[in-house]
């Protein structure tokens, strides 16, 4: 897992060929004005899901992993704060091929971090998050799938 703001996401760059195309992207497009709904950059590799999301309290919030892809997760209208447990230390679930996403509901993150507007989350296949959590009851945020 990575927290910085996005003034830094060029400084990672090299960790994912398509990194670089996340940059461009957020360099030519204003995610706060986007509609909402899935936006396609490089197919099924790469896109952003432009959403507004209900605000959870960390007892709602469901911890997540992903196989296939990476998460760039980018609050844009207010902090939104990630629960966090390193997937090694997760009970096995079930995964969802379909939808790339295993879930374990009614178990507590270990650690939380909270990303400001400005800010970014990413989240590798080896890092379990609970997003959404927020003290508002709705908050618009992008997510960048960005394949593995």
């Known amino acids: 897992m990575i927290i910085d703001t996005l003034d830094n996401l060029k400084k ?16 030519t497009h204003d ?13 099924k590799d790469l896109f952003v899901n432009i959403q507004m999301a209900k605000g959870k309290t960390p007892d709602e919030a469901v911890i997540e992993t992903h196989d296939k892809m990476i998460d760039i997760q980018i609050p844009l209208t207010a902090a939104e704060t990630f629960g966090y447990t390193p997937r090694e ?3 096995a679930a079930e995964y969802n091929a379909e939808k790339d996403i295993t879930k374990i509901p009614d178990l ?10 400005g800010s970014f989350c990413i989240f590798f296949p080896q890092d379990g998050h609970a997003p ?3 003290g508002v009851p709705e908050i618009k945020k992008a ?6």
Not at 31 to 42: D, Q, R, V
């Open 12 to 27: 990672y760059e090299s960790l994912n060929p398509l990194f670089p195309k996340v940059v461009e992207f957020l360099n």
């Open 31 to 43: 995610l706060a004005t986007m509609e909402s709904g899935k936006h396609e950059i490089e197919g």
């Open 89 to 91: 230390a997760l009970p």
């Open 108 to 117: 507590a993150a270990e650690s939380y971090v909270t990303a400001q507007p």
């Open 132 to 134: 959404c959590i927020a």
């Open 143 to 148: 997510i960048f799938k960005v394949k593995a």
